[in-house]
């Protein structure tokens, strides 16, 4: 663009220009185009009474330089273009090689589809711990949750109740099975055990108190008075939760025992180990497939228990992986469909009631132009390392709304040209009025999306990158491939052939397959507006600029801003992975029996790194204590190997056991340092140490010569009822920092590093959209050299986001990764609209008239120009992500609501709003602005600008041409009043 740019000034300091003509100033645009319609000029109009010049008398360096940029990108887009249509063919082929080398870049693919990863910021303690516990705990776990529900509200802790159970976890241990890569899995293979040569951690739940042992539970006589045993249960469970949190629905007789439970809950573990798997990312496949395969066949076995009254589930995160995923692919699926409406949307804008005139076969360019430009961007990421992510999957449908707008722009000044046979030279100038506003908006688009990548949310961050490329290319690509072709289409349209079937010779009178019949004697000239044109072009301007709309306009305009303040105080921060899972999936019942355990809660721990465990135990004891102190641990869910440690050094060698002391409010016996380790390594084993030492050994990480503890953790179970909240969330991840800052030992669990993110999700929001908004402000601002039109830009683009922020509310989006990455999308989408209609009012000058002022002829002139092809843009999108309606996946629904409200408030606060207050307050024309008059006469849309009180006569001027249907004659020139 540097190059272009260097061009055009050069050419425009020698007097030179890229056009056929010269076009630098008013009077020879008036000559020109009065040569175009072979037509004598008129003669002059008497001067009316009050005439206001609006161009400024003294420019200042700021107006000089914008019009010097001006003339020079005109010139450059002029240089450009000539050398595009005089090989077209060669430019073609050079852009589709270098779309292929580009695209190489797929032999250099990365990828980060880990939500952690993606939706955790960068710089946070959280995912440093994370990384931490990952390096020293190699074994990760993932749990699975079967639930045993009454139906009929009855009592599960009964025998036949309790076999049935057993039954079940027998067959899930032991039959059920997953294939991956040929070979099948049970649970057995996938499990969590204290070493290898170890069996399986046995299941959490109330069947432990008989140890899974059919013979017990058929020798006990009363099984509710086994429930209530505390102490059998400690001796069972030493993680110390009590026996009623597997439980739900508990009734307790007049002493406080339980006497029936309307549902109860199993805990079992799987060794979770990630690794990289080509095309999914970081997983472990094996423990996948026999979770899914277990989760699939319980939906089966759902009422095997029905004749002792229990209904079974099975909640896995395989099963929920394979859901949400099904869900994604599904919706990935449906945007060929928004693609296919798309094409015809745009074919039937491109299209003419002439066969001959028509540009359909341009549809298809269109969408192919777009999707090399994103083939480019990708490879060009892949080149330098740029991770792909889920997040990335929605950059075509950005690059398709830009991109389409662009072949609009480029479409609509072609046929403004419609009188100049030269079709080298038509392009020409085409291209000079069109290129420099394309430029504006993708240079403002590419800057919001280059802001956007400072941020510290890396699926955000990836994501501006990928769409900072794509709008490089997608402008690289509109203004050389897609006009070499519109060239050559237009080359068929001179040598009179069909669009679609370019090899059969069509006459000047044959219509489309629409208007077949209709067109025979009729007078139509290419210049003559479709229905799209006409809408906006004589309708909108009419409708809105009368006293009566402008009011109605900005009525609508304080109404939605009131309604998206409102809605801003009411927004609330909240993510929770079940929104991926579609609402027709098999497992929602699961979901829904899973949240009617009022005692749910998440396995959390307490970390403590390489402390000299045999001298400090002192103060470990008290860090724990402090942590075991916080209101977020439920009570006595907390579990310390150490704690257990010395009470069995103390039972077992009370040699080496010292006296009580008293620490945080307790009584503890520390180990004889001397001692310590070789007394902990009889301890961590399950032939020397106590039954209950086999829950902690996975608990003690040793450093490669198992001779110190390197790193050791100590469960803790968290309620689930943070987690509903996004601020609470983070409130219990903000409590336990600030509680343990400086300590040994640190607080740790699986949603940790997403909770942190919303303490600073809305500052990254705030602070990406105003980074944005303000690069956007500057740039128009250099290139317009126009503060007044910079300021409406930025007002408009910020309004728009008050009531995308304030309706997100409305329509139930909460503020996550995923919604905040959306808007500052919409500051790269929303910017086009208001630049491209800003831009064509600054480049027109007209006078006041009576009846009409030269900033309603302005505001008018802007929006017949502009709006169509804006219109058609925003339209466009729409349809490409209609069928994003029916989406099942969270992050396609989100994504199809959000992107609906930001088309709508950006072409109404672009294409109505703005021009009204510009009608009030607009600001002055630039130096090289055309009369509005002279630029009237290649407007095909006479009549757009005829003051509201005087239908009549407009009818009587023009009601033909309006309508396709105009005779022979000329056309009468407009009047203004």
Not at 43 to 67: E, G, I, K, M, Y
Not at 335 to 351: C, E, P, Q
Request: glycine letters at 8%.
């Amino acid at each position: 663009l540097q190059f272009l740019y260097l061009i055009g000034i050069r050419r425009a300091a020698r007097g030179h220009s890229c056009s056929p003509e010269n076009t630098s100033s008013p009077e020879s645009y008036r000559v020109e185009v009065q040569a175009m319609s072979g037509e004598t000029p008129p003669p002059p109009a008497p001067a009316p009474a009050v005439v206001t010049h609006t161009a400024p008398a003294r420019p200042n360096a700021l107006q000089r330089l914008s019009d010097a940029m001006h003339r020079g990108f005109a010139d450059a887009f002029g240089w450009l273009t000539q050398h595009v249509v005089g090989s077209p063919w060669i430019t073609i082929v050079a852009v589709l090689v270098l779309a292929t080398i580009f695209a190489q870049g797929i032999w250099f693919y990365s990828e980060n589809l880990s939500p952690e990863k993606q939706f955790t910021p960068t710089e946070s303690v959280t995912a440093d711990n994370d990384e931490w516990v990952k390096a020293n705990f190699k074994a990760d776990t993932q749990p699975m949750r079967a639930y045993f529900i009454s139906p009929s509200n009855g009592n599960v802790l009964t025998k036949p109740a309790l076999l049935y159970m057993l039954t079940y976890h027998d067959w899930l241990t032991t039959e059920a099975s997953g294939e991956y890569a040929g070979k099948r899995y049970t649970f057995n293979e996938t499990c969590v055990r204290p070493s290898p040569a170890d069996p399986c951690n046995p299941a959490e739940g109330v069947l432990k108190l008989w140890g899974f042992r059919k013979e017990r539970i058929e020798a006990d006589a009363d099984v509710l008075a086994t429930v209530n045993n505390e102490t059998a249960w400690r001796v069972v469970n030493p993680t110390g939760a009590p026996v009623v949190s597997y439980l739900n629905g508990v009734q307790y007789d007049a002493a406080g025992n339980i006497v029936s439970a309307t549902g109860t809950q199993m805990w079992l573990l799987n060794s979770y180990t990630k690794r990289k798997v080509s095309g999914d990312g970081d997983k472990h496949p094996e423990v996948d497939a026999y979770e899914l395969a277990a989760s699939t066949a319980t939906y089966g076995k759902l009422n095997d228990g029905a004749g002792v009254g229990v209904l079974t589930y099975l909640y896995t995160q395989g099963d929920v992986q394979n859901e949400s995923g099904n869900a994604i692919s599904g919706d990935v699926s449906a945007l060929a469909i928004g693609y296919f409406l798309l094409i015809i949307f745009t074919a039937l804008v491109l299209s003419r009631a002439r066969c001959k005139y028509s540009h359909v076969n341009l549809a298809f360019i269109t969408v192919l132009s777009v999707g090399l430009a994103t083939l480019s961007a990708y490879g060009t990421c892949w080149y330098l390392g740029v991770p792909f992510n889920n997040v990335v999957q929605v950059l075509i449908l950005v690059l398709l709304g830009l991109g389409v707008d662009d072949a609009f722009v480029i479409m609509y000044s072609w046929w403004d040209h419609a009188d100049e046979e030269n079709m080298k030279d038509r392009m020409v100038k085409a291209l000079r009025h069109a290129g420099p506003a394309i430029l504006l908006t993708s240079v403002t688009d590419l800057v919001a999306f280059a802001a956007g990548s400072s941020t510290r949310l890396p699926a955000l961050r990836d994501f501006c990158i990928y769409a900072t490329f794509g709008i490089v290319f997608d402008f690289a690509y509109q203004t050389t491939f897609f006009v070499a072709c519109a060239f050559l289409s237009s080359r068929r349209q001179q040598e009179g052939y069909a669009d679609c079937c370019c090899c059969v010779p069509v006459s000047d009178d044959s219509g489309c397959c629409v208007t077949k019949g209709q067109t025979k004697g009729v007078h139509w000239r290419e210049s003559d507006p479709g229905s799209f044109r006409r809408f906006f072009g004589v309708y909108v301007p009419r409708g809105i600029l009368s006293p009566v709309g402008k009011a109605a306009v900005l009525v609508v305009a304080a109404a939605l801003t009131s309604v998206g303040i409102y809605g801003c105080t009411e927004l609330k921060m909240n993510f929770n992975y079940d929104w991926f899972i579609p609402s027709s999936a098999p497992i929602q019942d699961v979901l829904e029996v899973r949240d009617t355990f009022a005692s749910n809660f998440i396995p959390c721990d307490f970390y403590a790194g390489a402390v000299d465990y045999p001298n400090d135990q002192a103060a470990l004891l008290e860090d724990l204590a402090l942590a075991n102190s916080s209101k977020w641990v439920m009570a006595g869910s907390m579990s310390a190997w150490l704690w257990e440690f010395q009470a069995w050094v103390a039972a077992e060698h009370p040699a080496h056991s010292a006296a009580a002391t008293a620490i945080a409010g307790q009584d503890y016996r520390l180990v004889a340092p001397a001692e310590f380790y070789r007394l902990l390594k009889l301890f961590a084993s399950t032939e020397t140490g106590p039954p209950a030492s086999a829950v902690h050994i996975a608990n003690i990480a040793w450093d490669e010569t198992h001779s110190t503890v390197k790193a050791s953790k100590f469960p803790f179970r968290l309620p689930s009822a943070p987690a509903e909240d996004g601020m609470t969330a983070y409130e219990v991840v903000s409590d336990f920092q600030s509680l343990l800052r400086g300590q040994h030992v640190f607080a740790h669990g699986p949603f940790f590093v997403f909770w942190e993110g919303y303490g600073i999700i809305m500052d990254e929001m705030i602070r990406n959209v105003a980074i944005a908004g303000t690069c956007v402000f500057f740039l128009v601002l250099l290139i317009t050299a126009n503060i007044f039109l910079s300021l409406a830009i930025l007002l408009n683009v910020v309004l728009i986001d008050v009531c995308l922020l304030g309706w997100m509310h409305i329509i139930g989006v909460y503020v996550n990764s995923v919604s905040v990455i959306c808007v500052v999308l919409a500051v790269g989408l929303v910017v086009d609209y208001s630049v491209h209609i800003a831009g064509e009012f600054v480049q027109v000058s007209g006078e006041d008239r009576p009846g009409m002022s030269q900033r309603d002829q302005r505001a008018a002139y802007s929006i017949s120009k502009m709006g169509p092809a804006v219109g058609a843009g925003g339209f466009s999108t729409l349809l490409a992500v209609l069928p994003l309606c029916v989406a099942e996946s969270y992050v396609f629904t989100v994504f199809f609501r959000m992107f609906v409200l930001i088309i709508c408030f950006g072409l109404y606060f672009g294409v109505c709003v703005l021009p009204v207050v510009f009608s009030f307050v607009g600001p002055a024309a630039n130096l090289n602005a055309v009369p509005l008059a002279t630029v009237w006469e290649l407007m095909p849309l006479q009549g757009f600008a005829l003051r509201p009180e005087e239908p009549a006569a407009a009818e009587m001027q023009h009601p033909k041409q309006l309508s396709g249907e105009m005779t022979k004659q000329a056309a009468p020139k407009p009047t203004f009043g």
